[in-house]
């Protein structure tokens, strides 16, 4: 760590953002990122979910860099071939109803124009959220988000006709899976009789595993029944992917898991390795009913990024099969620590996208200080984890895809360690 680029970074930076750490980094290559100091670190965060396959893949910096030579700018004025490559890939490997793609920069901005598309296009205003939910920090987005009502203090009032359901949370609410499920159904019938009737909903806004919110997967019926409600009654059904993408729960996207097929997905994140690039999918006769003029950006759709993406397809092809066995080793692995450790309450998710929740022994309330002090041990022992979760206690377990069998053993052995201090404290 640099004390003084800290300094430096504290004197001219607003501090707003919630930095995860001090570690100045000054290289990264694979599932590794390097410090100011050569110390290497595994780096189970990926950038937030974004490195999907791994830092500085040569393949996509070569891509990346051959655009940049060429032209790295358009905003709209010309046409380049690497945003209509980047677009072509996205939709061959995207759920059958996505045909047509539209990038934006960020996932927030991706979040905003799906549910500007969804309004215009449908005539509707009304847009139906899940609690527990995060699209990201534009006053749109956090209108749609309730993972943690500390991103929504101070910014009333938020958007009107945003309608709040609840998300089964099986773990936090002592439930099973089908009693979670079945409570949270009864609440959407509710909401849809006493709240909005469902031809005032433009859309469905879910995310197919809630990610900041805590790891929690939706379990088959909630999405089978938004797919059944959205037929009979013309609404959209969006699905978030900004973090389940691009290969992060095993498949392309998390929706093949469920056999539901989305009308608009949202993208961003993982889509270009680490340029910013987000995206909005969805059915050609959703897209094209979206009159020409009525949304746009200056930098989305990038030519580098644009290539970058491409690139990553490729990449991503070629790491996916891999996540199952990975995948597997992972959950076998924290299983076996949950029997261990009364500290671990839960362990979730889908493929390489894990939640581990920390909780006080013999019960399931949420442990507040077991996760920063993990969080701590791991980086002293050359880990760098995440949290998710309104209690911060669950650890947001995301390796890149590019994962060796040996780097996720010695990132959960140092866990199991760190674990074992904790309670022994
Ligand atoms: C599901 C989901 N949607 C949207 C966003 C917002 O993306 P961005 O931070 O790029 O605006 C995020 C970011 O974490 C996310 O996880």
Known sequence: MSSNLVDRHQKVYAPVMAWDSDLEIVSAQGSRVTDVEGESFLDFTSGISVINAGHNHPAIVAAARDQLERFWHAGGTVRYDSLVTAAEKIVAVAPPSIERMFFMNSGSEAVEAS???????????GIMVFRGAFHGRTMGAVSYGTSNAKYRRGYHPLLPSVFVTPFPHPYRWGMSEQEATDHALRELDLKLKHEVMP????????????????????????LERLRELADRHGILLVFDEVQTGFGRTGVWFASEHYGVDPDVIVLGKAIANGLPLSGVGARAAITDAWPAGSHGTTFGGNPVACAAAAATIDV????IPATAALSEQAFSQFRELQSRHATIGDVRGLGLMIGVELVRPGGNDPDPEAFPFLA????????LILDCGPDANVIRFVPPLCVTPEEMTEAIDIIDAGLGEYERR
């Open 115 to 125: 549910m500007k598309m969804a309004r215009k296009v449908t005539g509707r205003q």
């Open 376 to 383: 701590r041990y791991a980086r002293e022992h050359g880990l």
């Open 316 to 319: 991503l092809a070629e790491l």
């Open 199 to 222: 031809d005032e909903l433009a859309a469905f806004l879910v995310e197919p595993v809630q990610g900041e919110g805590g790891y929690y997967p939706a379990p088959a019926r909630l």
